[in-house]
Protein backbone atom coordinates (compact mmCIF):
# COMPACT_ATOMS: atom_id res chain seq x y z
CA UNK A 1 0.00 0.00 0.00
CA UNK A 2 1.66 3.03 -1.61
CA UNK A 3 -0.92 5.86 -0.74
CA UNK A 4 -3.22 5.66 1.83
CA UNK A 5 -5.82 8.43 3.84
CA UNK A 6 -7.64 7.83 6.79
CA UNK A 7 -10.75 9.58 7.82
CA UNK A 8 -10.92 10.86 11.12
CA UNK A 9 -13.55 12.20 13.47
CA UNK A 10 -14.51 13.71 16.67
CA UNK A 11 -15.44 11.21 19.04
CA UNK A 12 -17.12 12.06 22.62
CA UNK A 13 -16.45 10.33 25.64
CA UNK A 14 -18.86 8.05 27.18
CA UNK A 15 -19.06 9.45 30.81
CA UNK A 16 -17.71 13.46 30.51
CA UNK A 17 -19.04 14.02 26.71
CA UNK A 18 -15.82 15.83 26.41
CA UNK A 19 -14.19 15.87 22.59
CA UNK A 20 -12.01 13.30 22.32
CA UNK A 21 -10.30 11.19 19.28
CA UNK A 22 -13.19 8.14 18.51
CA UNK A 23 -11.69 4.73 19.67
CA UNK A 24 -12.05 3.27 15.87
CA UNK A 25 -10.85 6.20 14.02
CA UNK A 26 -7.69 6.32 15.92
CA UNK A 27 -7.28 2.57 15.77
CA UNK A 28 -7.35 3.03 11.43
CA UNK A 29 -4.67 5.61 11.95
CA UNK A 30 -2.39 3.81 14.03
CA UNK A 31 -2.91 0.60 10.88
CA UNK A 32 -1.95 3.35 8.34
CA UNK A 33 0.65 4.11 9.97
CA UNK A 34 2.10 0.69 10.58
CA UNK A 35 1.77 0.03 6.78
CA UNK A 36 4.90 2.92 6.42
CA UNK A 37 3.26 4.10 2.91
CA UNK A 38 4.76 6.53 0.61
CA UNK A 39 2.27 9.08 1.06
CA UNK A 40 -0.48 9.10 4.08
CA UNK A 41 -2.61 11.95 4.21
CA UNK A 42 -5.00 12.04 7.56
CA UNK A 43 -8.36 14.51 6.96
CA UNK A 44 -11.40 15.36 9.06
CA UNK A 45 -14.50 16.66 7.47
CA UNK A 46 -16.34 19.35 10.06
CA UNK A 47 -16.50 22.78 11.86
CA UNK A 48 -13.06 24.41 12.36
CA UNK A 49 -13.98 24.79 16.54
CA UNK A 50 -13.24 20.49 16.15
CA UNK A 51 -9.67 21.71 15.45
CA UNK A 52 -8.12 21.13 19.17
CA UNK A 53 -9.63 17.64 19.78
CA UNK A 54 -8.05 16.30 16.59
CA UNK A 55 -4.38 17.44 17.79
CA UNK A 56 -4.99 13.72 19.70
CA UNK A 57 -4.61 12.48 16.16
CA UNK A 58 -1.54 14.60 15.73
CA UNK A 59 -0.40 13.02 19.14
CA UNK A 60 0.25 9.42 17.65
CA UNK A 61 2.49 10.60 15.12
CA UNK A 62 1.31 12.68 12.41
CA UNK A 63 3.07 15.36 11.18
CA UNK A 64 -0.34 17.55 9.65
CA UNK A 65 -3.51 16.60 9.39
CA UNK A 66 -6.31 18.29 6.48
CA UNK A 67 -9.39 19.61 7.89
CA UNK A 68 -11.79 20.17 5.11
CA UNK A 69 -13.85 23.34 7.25
CA UNK A 70 -17.36 22.45 6.56
CA UNK A 71 -20.78 24.58 8.35
CA UNK A 72 -21.63 23.53 11.48
CA UNK A 73 -24.70 20.24 10.80
CA UNK A 74 -23.29 20.01 6.76
CA UNK A 75 -23.51 16.51 5.52
CA UNK A 76 -19.42 15.59 4.75
CA UNK A 77 -20.04 12.90 2.16
CA UNK A 78 -20.09 14.55 -0.77
CA UNK A 79 -17.01 17.28 0.23
CA UNK A 80 -14.93 14.14 1.05
CA UNK A 81 -15.57 12.12 -1.63
CA UNK A 82 -14.65 15.43 -4.10
CA UNK A 83 -11.98 15.84 -1.91
CA UNK A 84 -10.79 12.03 -1.98
CA UNK A 85 -11.22 11.73 -6.21
CA UNK A 86 -8.38 14.31 -6.03
CA UNK A 87 -5.66 12.19 -4.25
CA UNK A 88 -6.91 9.07 -5.62
CA UNK A 89 -5.57 6.70 -3.00
CA UNK A 90 -5.13 3.02 -3.12
CA UNK A 91 -6.93 2.78 0.49
CA UNK A 92 -9.27 4.75 2.77
CA UNK A 93 -9.69 3.74 6.34
CA UNK A 94 -11.86 4.35 8.74
CA UNK A 95 -13.98 3.47 11.67
CA UNK A 96 -17.01 1.38 11.24
CA UNK A 97 -19.36 4.58 13.17
CA UNK A 98 -18.67 7.75 14.58
CA UNK A 99 -19.06 8.12 18.30
CA UNK A 100 -21.14 11.79 17.67
CA UNK A 101 -23.70 12.75 15.92
CA UNK A 102 -25.66 10.74 13.66
CA UNK A 103 -23.68 7.87 13.60
CA UNK A 104 -25.49 5.43 11.57
CA UNK A 105 -22.46 3.97 10.09
CA UNK A 106 -23.35 4.69 6.23
CA UNK A 107 -20.18 7.02 5.55
CA UNK A 108 -17.78 4.85 4.63
CA UNK A 109 -20.49 2.86 2.34
CA UNK A 110 -21.54 6.11 0.94
CA UNK A 111 -17.64 6.96 0.19
CA UNK A 112 -16.65 3.78 -1.22
CA UNK A 113 -19.72 4.27 -3.77
CA UNK A 114 -18.83 7.20 -4.89
CA UNK A 115 -15.26 6.50 -5.65
CA UNK A 116 -16.48 3.15 -7.07
CA UNK A 117 -14.08 1.27 -5.16
CA UNK A 118 -14.55 -1.79 -2.68
CA UNK A 119 -15.24 -2.27 0.76
CA UNK A 120 -14.57 -4.41 3.50
CA UNK A 121 -16.14 -3.85 6.53
CA UNK A 122 -14.73 -4.97 10.35
CA UNK A 123 -10.97 -5.37 9.43
CA UNK A 124 -8.72 -6.32 12.21
CA UNK A 125 -5.17 -6.46 10.48
CA UNK A 126 -4.13 -5.71 6.64
CA UNK A 127 -1.31 -5.83 5.03
CA UNK A 128 0.68 -6.02 1.29
CA UNK A 129 0.31 -9.25 -0.44
CA UNK A 130 3.29 -11.95 0.25
CA UNK A 131 2.34 -13.86 -2.53
CA UNK A 132 5.00 -13.71 -5.59
CA UNK A 133 2.77 -12.99 -8.04
CA UNK A 134 2.12 -9.45 -5.61
CA UNK A 135 0.16 -7.03 -8.21
CA UNK A 136 0.71 -3.18 -7.25
CA UNK A 137 -2.47 -2.47 -4.88
CA UNK A 138 -2.88 -6.23 -4.15
CA UNK A 139 -3.09 -6.58 -0.19
CA UNK A 140 -4.13 -9.36 2.47
CA UNK A 141 -6.86 -8.86 5.20
CA UNK A 142 -8.15 -10.29 8.22
CA UNK A 143 -12.10 -9.74 8.87
CA UNK A 144 -13.86 -9.89 11.79
CA UNK A 145 -17.05 -12.45 12.01
CA UNK A 146 -19.55 -13.10 14.48
CA UNK A 147 -18.52 -15.24 17.90
CA UNK A 148 -14.62 -14.45 17.34
CA UNK A 149 -14.49 -15.62 13.88
CA UNK A 150 -11.41 -14.74 11.19
CA UNK A 151 -11.68 -14.27 7.74
CA UNK A 152 -8.30 -14.25 5.43
CA UNK A 153 -8.87 -11.75 2.37
CA UNK A 154 -7.16 -11.20 -0.50
CA UNK A 155 -8.04 -7.64 -2.44
CA UNK A 156 -6.86 -5.80 -5.46
CA UNK A 157 -7.10 -2.44 -6.45
CA UNK A 158 -9.25 0.55 -4.57
CA UNK A 159 -10.26 0.19 -1.36
CA UNK A 160 -12.18 1.14 1.59
CA UNK A 161 -11.81 -0.44 4.93
CA UNK A 162 -13.40 0.00 8.40
CA UNK A 163 -11.95 -0.96 11.50
CA UNK A 164 -13.57 -3.54 14.20
CA UNK A 165 -13.34 -2.59 17.72
CA UNK A 166 -10.96 -5.89 18.40
CA UNK A 167 -8.45 -4.18 15.87
CA UNK A 168 -4.71 -4.06 17.63
CA UNK A 169 -5.63 -1.09 20.35
CA UNK A 170 -4.37 2.16 19.06
CA UNK A 171 -1.09 4.35 20.68
CA UNK A 172 -1.09 6.57 23.14
CA UNK A 173 -0.96 10.12 22.21
CA UNK A 174 2.18 12.33 23.22
CA UNK A 175 1.59 16.22 24.51
CA UNK A 176 4.50 17.40 22.49
CA UNK A 177 3.68 15.65 18.92
CA UNK A 178 0.40 16.72 19.45
CA UNK A 179 1.54 20.38 19.65
CA UNK A 180 3.77 20.57 17.04
CA UNK A 181 1.53 18.78 14.79
CA UNK A 182 0.70 20.95 11.97
CA UNK A 183 -3.67 21.07 11.19
CA UNK A 184 -4.07 22.25 7.36
CA UNK A 185 -7.51 24.00 6.16
CA UNK A 186 -7.98 22.81 2.81
CA UNK A 187 -6.35 26.23 0.72
CA UNK A 188 -8.41 25.08 -2.60
CA UNK A 189 -12.31 26.16 -2.23
CA UNK A 190 -14.37 22.73 -2.14
CA UNK A 191 -16.23 22.43 -5.19
CA UNK A 192 -19.00 20.78 -4.01
CA UNK A 193 -21.02 22.72 -1.83
CA UNK A 194 -21.81 21.29 1.51
CA UNK A 195 -25.54 19.93 2.28
CA UNK A 196 -27.47 20.15 5.02
CA UNK A 197 -28.33 16.89 6.97
CA UNK A 198 -31.99 16.59 6.55
CA UNK A 199 -31.87 13.72 8.51
CA UNK A 200 -29.66 14.96 11.24
CA UNK A 201 -31.80 18.07 11.19
CA UNK A 202 -34.99 16.54 11.85
CA UNK A 203 -34.01 15.03 14.81
CA UNK A 204 -34.78 15.53 17.93
CA UNK A 205 -32.30 15.68 20.97
CA UNK A 206 -32.76 14.88 24.51
CA UNK A 207 -31.09 13.72 27.04
CA UNK A 208 -30.25 9.73 27.95
CA UNK A 209 -32.42 8.17 30.56
CA UNK A 210 -32.93 4.91 31.70
CA UNK A 211 -36.07 2.84 30.32
CA UNK A 212 -39.02 1.83 32.60
CA UNK A 213 -38.99 -1.74 33.59
CA UNK A 214 -41.57 -4.12 33.01
CA UNK A 215 -43.45 -5.27 36.49
CA UNK A 216 -42.85 -9.49 37.46
CA UNK A 217 -45.01 -11.14 36.41
CA UNK A 218 -46.01 -13.93 38.92
CA UNK A 219 -45.07 -17.47 37.32
CA UNK A 220 -46.78 -20.96 38.20
CA UNK A 221 -49.74 -22.76 36.84
CA UNK A 222 -50.34 -24.06 33.85
CA UNK A 223 -50.24 -22.39 29.95
CA UNK A 224 -53.93 -21.17 30.08
CA UNK A 225 -53.34 -19.72 34.06
CA UNK A 226 -50.46 -17.62 32.72
CA UNK A 227 -52.38 -16.90 29.76
CA UNK A 228 -55.29 -15.73 31.23
CA UNK A 229 -53.32 -13.52 33.81
CA UNK A 230 -51.08 -11.76 31.24
CA UNK A 231 -54.51 -10.67 29.32
CA UNK A 232 -57.76 -10.82 31.66
CA UNK A 233 -58.69 -8.03 34.03
CA UNK A 234 -60.57 -8.60 36.92
CA UNK A 235 -63.91 -7.14 36.71
CA UNK A 236 -64.99 -4.88 39.15
CA UNK A 237 -60.87 -3.42 39.50
CA UNK A 238 -59.37 -1.26 37.14
CA UNK A 239 -60.61 1.58 34.50
CA UNK A 240 -60.18 2.53 30.89
CA UNK A 241 -59.25 5.95 30.51
CA UNK A 242 -59.52 6.87 26.83
CA UNK A 243 -57.38 10.03 25.96
CA UNK A 244 -57.80 11.61 29.22
CA UNK A 245 -56.27 15.25 30.71
CA UNK A 246 -53.25 15.01 32.65
CA UNK A 247 -55.29 15.90 36.23
CA UNK A 248 -57.43 12.73 35.70
CA UNK A 249 -54.59 10.11 34.45
CA UNK A 250 -52.58 11.78 37.46
CA UNK A 251 -56.03 11.16 39.84
CA UNK A 252 -56.33 7.59 38.29
CA UNK A 253 -52.80 6.21 39.12
CA UNK A 254 -52.92 7.62 42.31
CA UNK A 255 -56.03 6.08 43.46
CA UNK A 256 -54.75 2.64 42.21
CA UNK A 257 -51.58 3.02 43.74
CA UNK A 258 -53.19 4.12 47.47
CA UNK A 259 -55.76 1.01 46.52
CA UNK A 260 -52.63 -1.50 45.78
CA UNK A 261 -51.23 0.14 49.47
CA UNK A 262 -48.20 1.48 47.30
CA UNK A 263 -49.17 4.87 48.76
CA UNK A 264 -50.45 6.05 52.34
Given amino acids: MLDVAVLLSIGRHP ?3 RARRAA ?3 QALDMALALRPRRLTAIHAGPAADADALRTYLGMGLERLTLLVLPEGADPVEPLIAHLRRLAPSLVLTG ?7 GSGMLPYLIARG ?6 PDVV ?26 RALTVT ?16 SAFGPARRGVIEPVAEPVTVEATADLFLSECEHRPWRPRPKLMRVKRGGSALDRLRAATESK ?12 EAGALAI ?10 P
Fill in 15 to 17: VSG
Fill in 24 to 26: TDA
Fill in 96 to 102: RQAEDGE
Fill in 115 to 120: LDAAIV
Fill in 125 to 150: RIGPAKTPDTAPGKAEIVQALPRGQR
Fill in 157 to 172: GRLVATLHPSAPPARA
Fill in 235 to 246: SGKGQLLVNPTA
Fill in 254 to 263: YDSLVEQGML
